[in-house]
Nanobody, 115 residues
């Protein structure tokens, strides 16, 4: 069955960087598009970035544009979210999402930006 496993979250100071990973199994990774979402405390889950199956179409939510980069390694069945210049407001649980069928989600990884 489809499985998505995120990793890479943690505690970082403002201005710092983190790289999140999402490893997928149970489907043909090389033909799958993917999205990153996040959910901050007390807020609804929001879309952050998306990458097409071929990696040639990548889009970002405005608040992360220029700071976050999403990319994929088909050889490792893994998508990545490189997050630079982190801000307090980036604190959230980050999820990867496979947008097929009714949607598949990973378990989430906590990112906390704090001084």
């Amino acid at each position: 069955q489809v499985q998505l496993v995120e990793s890479g979250g943690g505690l970082v100071q403002p201005g710092g960087s983190l790289r999140l990973s999402c490893t997928g199994s149970g489907f043909t990774f090389s033909s799958a598009a993917m999205n990153w979402y996040r959910q901050a405390p007390g807020k609804e889950r929001e879309w952050v970035a998306g990458i097409s199956w071929g990696g040639d179409s990548i889009t970002y939510e405005d608040s992360v544009l220029g700071r976050f980069t999403v990319f994929r390694d088909n050889g490792k069945n893994t998508w990545y979210l490189q997050m630079n210049s982190l801000k307090f407001e980036d604190t959230a649980v980050y999820y990867c999402n496979l947008p097929r069928d009714s949607g598949y989600w990973g378990q989430g990884t906590q990112v906390t930006v704090s001084s």
